[in-house]
């Protein structure tokens, strides 16, 4: 029998899940199952789920037939059980590395019914608060146990059951199961905190409590927050039926229930606001229905006042309150945004506000219903799936008149008959305003405002290996990012394009926000899957490659960490083995300063830099064989079902400082080199083509390529720009 057994249920996080399971599976204690429940999740929780009982054999799958709710998930779970222990962990949420070991001492040692653990809140922009449980225990119990009215105290810890390691007998022996609805952990908390014998405290961090900036229930606005009432019900109701548990015991949960209402009434991204008096009644109702006998003594200061107001039933002046207290704060922290902006360079002020009264004079005008602006790797030119996208529109929607921008030195690389404006003029500024379609692979400026009316559609521009967005912040290389502005941009998407599910599970954990995701593939790699045979014969043709050349494409990624950086890679030992019918093209990363003309000429022969080239999917199609280390290529490229190389020399310091999605090394597209003199070898003895390489090659598509189909741009084109229009008509 496992000593724990982990209860993760699975519902709308994907982006996290992963982090969840890895953090249970690598603690150092082998005496545990994990028992996932597919809560009949409709993004891709059951498929991750499957994915890791697949490769462990303490995770097993439940798969529900219907949506119930997290209570009941947690109970089908919990039938499933076999350890001792049974811990219910959010699939949000993951446990701090090697706490698990001072956890099975404890339970071993002292054997609790309920084991509390402490937890850190951790935010989406990285900051982390500690709990409280120091306020509420200012002398740890150390491995005491305890009962409730020993230490009535602990009803001032969070009520949730994820900081609770629970005694498997015990809950079968009490019948303690989780209500149905939201609020779900409260009226099964205090039932099991009073009906425990031996409560026991541990005073370490135990789990990250994420703190989700979209898609938790706590920043879900409606009408589902009333159920809070009915679970806080079902504990009184508990305590009427149980043995008295004495008049302070009562006082306090009335107390934590009091507070716990006013907690939910001031977020106010949880009650709608025409609904906020209905629920400050029903919180004065409750308040009447079981203040205890002797009275309630407020507590001090302002939340003495609100105590009062709620018994009294006095709504306005408690908003008025309410309302008093937040310009308070405010003005508290206006002098601190006062210095930042002083500190601002005089003339880049200047230079911003000339812009953004340009920009916003443009904004006066109608929204051009027709009109779509395309842009790619901050205007860098016409490139990946937003061109993809663009000749699909005019194929499919030639009602769309669709504009790039561009740099102005970019002009040059457009194919003929694209309309364009360059960026940083008067055009320029004037297709952002009145663009009823905006269409980029990055992120347009910071000062573009999301007009009502108008469709933001982030394509995206590969599948990520390294980690992106709000997760750079744990990274060395990453941290330094404007994390509050990438969240500002983020909220303008109305669409995040994605190439396969892997991919829609990262961006919704790096980009939290109220997106659409469309996983539909890579727009741009339908050329790869549509091209015939005389697409390649013609590109290979204009890159001078020959027919029965061997050849291949070095696309190694950019290090932003170490500026100037180039993987050990020497030309003329790799061309020597590949021999006289080998040919190397060699491409940069787009992030480098590339040539404007299509490709450089080289000193060696058999040798060419393709980094100036306008089109990689053409540089795909005309090589044989792709080496890469942590570059996005790859997950193109598996398309052609052709040979890839992973060529990581500095992987260890790779995914440590800049951070990794993906085990290139463990989970590769084909053969692996961690050396030059290995990846020569790779090649010198066929590896590269060996039945190892194939059936790596055959998994990694499978997982990540199922979705290029040929047909992505079109799936785009028409719930973007023709699903609206039919709606409309």
Not at 40 to 67: F, H, K, M
Request: proline letters at 6%.
């Amino acid at each position: 029998m496992a000593l724990i057994s982990f209860v993760v249920p699975a519902y709308r996080v994907q982006g996290y899940l992963r982090e969840c399971l890895d953090s249970i599976l690598g603690q150092p204690v082998a005496e545990i199952e994990v028992i996932g429940v597919d809560d009949c999740s409709p993004d891709g929780s059951g498929e991750i789920l499957t994915e890791y009982a697949a490769r462990d054999q303490r995770v097993r799958v439940l798969r529900l037939p219907a949506n119930r709710g997290l209570g009941p998930a947690r109970n089908a779970g919990l039938d499933q059980a076999t350890g001792e222990y049974v811990w219910f962990v959010d699939g949000d949420d993951w446990l701090v590395s090697e706490c698990l070991t001072e956890v099975a001492e404890r339970l071993r040692e002292t054997r609790p019914d309920v084991l509390v653990v402490d937890h850190m809140r951790v935010w989406w922009v990285g900051n982390a608060t500690p709990s409280g449980m120091c306020d509420v225990f200012p002398d740890p119990p150390g491995s005491e146990t305890f009962r409730l009215r020993d230490r009535p105290e602990t009803i001032r810890l969070l009520h949730t059951v994820w900081n609770k390691v629970l005694r498997r007998e015990f809950l079968l022996e009490h019948g303690l199961r989780f209500a149905p609805g939201w609020y779900e952990d409260v009226s099964f908390s205090y039932p099991v905190l009073l009906c425990a014998q031996r409560i026991g405290v541990l005073d370490r961090a135990c789990v990250n409590y994420r703190q989700r900036r979209a898609g938790a229930i706590t920043r879900t606005s409606g009408d589902r927050h009333f159920e809070v009432f009915a679970q806080w019900r079902r504990v009184f109701r508990f305590l009427d039926e149980v043995d008295p548990v004495g008049d302070d015991l009562r006082r306090l949960i009335f107390e934590r229930m009091i507070w716990h209402y006013l907690t939910v009434l001031g977020n106010g991204e949880r009650i709608p606001r025409d609904l906020r008096p209905a629920f400050f009644g029903r919180i004065t109702a409750d308040y009447a229905r079981w203040v205890p006998a002797q009275g309630l003594p407020p507590p001090e200061g302002v939340e003495g006042l609100k105590y009062r107001l709620v018994a009294a039933g006095r709504w306005r002046t408690f908003s008025a309150l309410r309302g008093a207290v937040r310009m308070r704060d405010v003005a508290v922290r206006r002098p601190a945004r006062q210095v930042l902006r002083r500190a601002v360079p005089a003339i880049r002020r200047a230079r911003d506000v000339g812009l953004r009264e340009l920009y916003r004079a443009e904004l006066l005008r109608p929204v051009d219903p027709q009109l779509a602006v395309y842009a790619a790797y901050w205007y860098r030119g016409y490139a990946c799936n937003p061109a993809a996208i663009y000749e699909a529109a005019r194929r499919l929607a030639p009602h769309v008149r669709g504009v790039w921008i561009v740099q102005r030195d970019r002009v040059d690389t457009l194919p003929a008959g694209v309309d364009y404006v360059v960026a940083g003029t008067l055009a320029g500024y004037r297709a952002l305003a009145q663009a009823r379609w905006l269409v980029n692979n990055v992120n347009f400026p910071n000062f573009v405002r999301k007009r009502p009316g108008t469709v933001h559609v982030q394509t995206h521009h590969g599948t990520p290996v390294k980690v992106m967005g709000l997760d750079q912040q744990f990274h060395p290389a990453g941290a330094d990012m404007d994390f509050a502005g990438l969240l500002r941009r983020v909220d303008r998407w109305d669409y995040s394009i994605t190439s396969n599910s892997f991919s829609t599970q990262m961006w919704e954990r790096a980009y939290p926000a109220g997106y659409t995701t469309l996983e539909m593939g890579y727009p741009r790699n339908d050329r790869l899957v549509n091209a015939t045979a005389g697409d390649v014969l013609r590109i290979r043709a204009e890159l001078g490659l020959g027919v029965d050349e061997q050849v291949v494409l070095y696309v190694p990624t950019h290090r932003e960490h170490l500026p100037g950086y180039r993987p050990p890679f020497d030309p003329d030992r790799f061309l020597a083995v590949l021999g006289p019918a080998g040919q190397l093209l060699m491409r940069s990363h787009y992030l480098y300063d590339r040539d404007r003309r299509r490709s450089r000429p080289s000193s060696r022969e058999r040798l060419r830099d393709v980094s100036g080239y306008h089109r990689v999917e053409d540089l795909y199609l005309a090589a044989d064989v792709l080496v890469t280390d942590y570059s996005s290529a790859m997950f193109d490229y598996a398309i052609l079902d052709r040979p890839i190389v992973v060529y990581a020399p500095d992987w260890p310091a790779y995914r440590l400082t800049r951070g990794v999605y993906l085990d290139v090394v463990a989970e590769p597209p084909g053969a692996v080199a961690t050396d030059f003199v290995g990846l020569l070898e790779l090649f010198r003895s066929g590896a590269v083509r060996d039945r190892r390489a194939d059936e790596a090659r055959r998994r990694f598509r499978d997982r990540f390529c199922r979705l290029d189909d040929g047909h992505a741009a079109e799936r785009v084109v028409q719930r973007v720009f023709l699903d609206g229009v039919a709606r409309a008509g």
